[in-house]
Nanobody, 127 residues
Framework: VQLQASGGGLVQAGGSLRLSCTASTITTDYLAIGWFRQAPGKEREGVAVISSEGTNTRYADSVKGRFTISRDDAKNTVDLQMNSLKPEDTAVYYC?????????????????????WGQGTQVTVSS
């Protein structure tokens, strides 16, 4: 599985960005996809995750009500819509995948559960 994150950039506080994670796989595995972020000098934190069957999601408290994760399996993409951005949202954002052999509503809770990681995309929110 290869993951490609895109959509980062520079935005003013209060603005919006939409990140996309495109997954390519030659297997028939099903993927739960999570978005993580890491700011300079800080530990990586989970931001949002969506189950392989798409109906179960979870968000970090810091982004609830502002970020929305969604998936389009026809396009093999998982998007993270980020609204009302704050300077503290500034970080490198990564997407990651945990593979399953069937569709499930299971949500991976820990970063070590993820099997594949994409490269990061920088999000910078100016005040």
């Amino acid at each position: 599985v290869q993951l490609q994150a895109s959509g980062g950039g520079l935005v003013q506080a209060g603005g919006s960005l939409r990140l996309s994670c495109t997954a390519s796989t030659i297997t028939t595995d099903y993927l739960a996809i999570g978005w993580f972020r890491q700011a300079p000098g800080k530990e990586r934190e989970g931001v949002a995750v969506i189950s392989s069957e798409g109906t179960n999601t979870r968000y970090a408290d810091s982004v609830k009500g502002r970020f929305t994760i969604s998936r389009d399996d026809a396009k093999n993409t998982v998007d993270l819509q980020m609204n009302s951005l704050k300077p503290e949202d500034t970080a490198v954002y990564y997407c990651a995948a945990e593979t399953f052999n069937r569709l499930t509503n299971y949500i991976p809770r820990e970063s070590y559960e993820y099997d594949y990681w994409g490269q990061g995309t920088q999000v910078t929110v100016s005040s």
